[in-house]
């Protein structure tokens, strides 16, 4: 007779939501693939998921009050609902290099955002159960 560990190892056999990190590197430069990463991020709180969000490059901007708002894609949710999903059950990170390539400091994000660097998102992608996407 094999025993089993009693120690959940997994997300699924604790029940427990997995984790969705999405690191969204586009701006209104590329709309449709910034769009999709919110949208991915949204629905992920809305399914349950701890989401994390990233906003790297050019999304960067979006950590700025009234940005998010003033994107505009058709067919698509408006940004700034999306945005405010992620910011209300899940966590937005601005990078901290993209940050201060755009002159960006702490005192200019829309509440809720941190600015965080490189080794918090690697040990948030490096952790158990977690899925990372790439936008």
Known sequence: MVERNTVATN????NAPRKLVVKVTAGEEAPER?????TVAAVGVASGARVSLWLTGESSWFALPGRAEQFQLPHSAPLEDLLA????????????Q???RRDIAEKDVRPGV???GAQLFV????????QALVY
């Open 85 to 96: 999903a992620v910011l209300e059950s899940g966590t937005v990170t601005l990078c901290t």
């Open 123 to 130: 040990q948030e992608v490096l952790g158990d159960g977690v």
């Open 114 to 116: 941190r600015i965080a």
């Open 11 to 14: 997300a699924a056999e604790t």
């Open 98 to 100: 993209c940050a201060a």
């Open 34 to 38: 910034c769009s999709q990463a919110f």
